[in-house]
């Protein structure tokens, strides 16, 4: 029986990992606590734990899952920038979900772009009101217009397939473009100067943090969209306030915010958000912010589970291979 401590779990993650303890040798423990060095005993006594996005896998984290024998860190998601794997390496097993809905990211990044350039969210509220004017709901057409996707992986390479959809240019930036994909790659400061639309998809590095900063939004054009549903930190959110303060930049749409570990995924409706600059931003009229919630589809959950649980099961085999290990 392999027992999984599951961290900062919510009633999705339950539905969708409940229906394998039964079908494998597994037992889980869902806790609705974060993994951080604070609770990281509650790991004691288990083989493995299970980490989402804004759990702490940082070095003291790690020395006291070794110190308890936990053998496994399954992450049930893509990114891994919480994860100390310097640390992890050759103490404890660090396995992730490489892609569970590609799809599921990409398109939700439209849905935020198309919301917000054609005011969906303020038509929505005023008809519930039996408002019925139109003042100061003009969008723009996409068709025509460049997009600039930063990072041209699984989920970049699809949100340009749904962009050619509507008739956009594309231009794209990529550390490592990918060879022989008829991908129009420019520089990028070439890509903040020509794009009407930016959107992130790289992963969170060194190179990347705050790849959206004040030096990079004044090389935008005036008006520009800035699209993120990959991490917080690609964007310094001070810059961003200011620029659209300045009204350079015309709109911005935020799956994900650099402090969100404390704030994201819970519901705070009714407290003071102690953030000021995410309540300054989301008191924008040109601000929409949802709660990291690009990866949140049937389809992707069920893979998450499906992967998380073939890793898992992996990683305890005789053998021990797991193609999913970082
Ligand atoms: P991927 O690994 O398939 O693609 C990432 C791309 O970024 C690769 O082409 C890589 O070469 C490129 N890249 C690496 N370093 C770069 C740099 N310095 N500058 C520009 N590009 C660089 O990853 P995938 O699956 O497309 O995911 C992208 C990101 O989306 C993840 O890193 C994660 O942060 C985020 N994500 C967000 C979710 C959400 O719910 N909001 C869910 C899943 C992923």
Redesign the pocket.
Known sequence: MIKVAFFDSKEYDIASFLKYEKSHDLSFKFLETRLTEDTVELARGYDAVCVF?NDTVNKAVIHKLCDFGVKVIALR???Y?NVDLEEAHGRIRVVHV???S?Y??AE?AMALLLTSIRRIHKAYIRTRDFNFSLNGLTGFDLHGKTVGV????????IFMDICRGFGMNIVA????P?KDSGINYVELNELFEKSDIISL?????E??YH?IDEASIKKMKKGVVILN???GALIDAEALLDGIRDRKVGAACL??YEEEADIFYEDRSGHILNDELLSRLISMPNVIVTS?????TEEALNNIADTTVKNLISCFEEKGTCVNEL
Not at 173 to 176: A, L, M, N, S
Not at 292 to 296: C, G, K, V
């Open positions: 996005v998601c893509a990114g920038n490489p892609a569970y590609p599921a990211v939700h930063i990072g041209t992986g699984k989920i970049g390479r930036y990529d550390k490592f990918a998809h790289c992963p969170l590095t190179e990347t790849v549903t990959s991490r799956d994900v990291h919630q690009a990866f949140l």
